[in-house]
């Protein structure tokens, strides 16, 4: 080997160990110490000699009492490092803790591809993002506060449907409440407290959550609606309801109130009895045997083909055949079938029909099993099987109904 060549194998034998220690990524973290429910904001960069190709994969370690994520798209730069030039992807996440004290957030895995210039294959890269630590204070003050959020503002707002107003056992409402907060996440924000008093259930939804990341301004948007069942009559009161925040910037705390809501519930109307309830579907099947035996004579016996017919659709009215049909599907738990029966049932009763608390509520069970969001659990129709007995029960207690003849005079 020539003497010459020497000292510039060295060199780039020295150039390569540099651009070796260049890490494949590092993390910046600009604020350590944050307050309840405020957003703590690092970034992670990854370095490359080339173009990124692929999405960055990164494994966000569980963390109880926090909620990690990323916020939109990473921003590509190119740097100067060690001398040499490097493309870096910037990355950016956001924290939010409830728990106060020292927070220690633990390395996690980055995996990540780039290419050698800009053309030819793309090689993987797998790394560690350093673990690092933030400190977690909570207001003074905030001690009797459970979830609590940090932010600059809050707007909180609802609407009602239908809007509150005079009604009758079984009336329902929907509320809807939204609330929107600058530099958090809809998921960061308090959830709506359950909160009501005797002769009110509630039935909360799903909430939804939207985060707006527009110029550099992060809003989050939370979005909730409850379902109230009146169950009692005389004067209810929702009470009212209170979001209390911590204003980091006046570092006061400060609450939005939402005013109590009062209902004047009537008692329900006493139930008509059902146009022919099971009792009676089958309690006419004793004396057909003996209608067809007094009085048929030969000579009759087209108007007899009449009256069978006719006792056939008395014995099955539609009630009948779909309170038959919803006990069915009760019993084998398939809610699409209980929603067909119940539906035929409903309609073939008075126009002025209410069904009780009990049973509306059962009801509202199953349908918010078929068209609300993907259920946790399988539906079960024993509390419908149950309500709907009960309200069987009811009707045949108000009725005093007796059946009337179904069978013409032989010889009118």
Known sequence: MKAWLLPLIGLAGLASSVWAAVAPMAVRVPETRAWIGQRVGFYVELRATGSFAGTANFELPPLPGVLLMKIGSPVVSSREIEGRSWLVQTHEFALFSQTPGLLEVPEFSVHFASREGFTGPAQDTRAEVPGWQVEIRRPPGSEQVGFLVTTDALSVTETWEPPPGPVRVGAMFKRTLVQRAPQISGMALAPAPIVAPEGIRVYPGDAETQDHLERGEFLGERRETMTYLLTKPGTVTLPALAYVWWNPKTEQLQSTTLP?????????????????????????????????????????????????????????????????????????????????????????????????????????????????????????????????????????????????????????
């Open 260 to 412: 109590a809501v009062t209902f004047e519930v009537a008692p329900a109307p006493v139930a008509a009895a059902p146009g022919t309830s099971l009792a009676t579907c089958h309690s006419w099947a004793w004396w057909l045997p003996a209608a067809l035996a007094s009085g048929l004579a030969t000579w009759q016996r087209r108007r007899l083909a009449g009256w069978a017919r006719r006792f056939r659709k008395a014995l099955n009215p539609p009630d009948c055949v779909a309170a038959r049909n919803l006990r069915r599907a009760c019993r084998r738990h398939e809610a699409v079938a209980a929603e067909a029966a119940w539906n035929a049932w409903r309609n073939a009763q008075d126009t002025g029909f209410q069904p009780g608390p009990e049973l509306q509520a059962a009801v509202l069970g199953l349908q918010r099993q078929l068209f609300g969001p993907a259920p946790a659990v399988p539906w079960r129709g024993d509390e419908l099987a149950r309500a709907f007995g009960e309200q069987l029960a009811a009707g045949r207690a108000h009725s005093s109904h007796t059946p009337a003849a179904v069978l013409p005079l032989l010889n009118p």
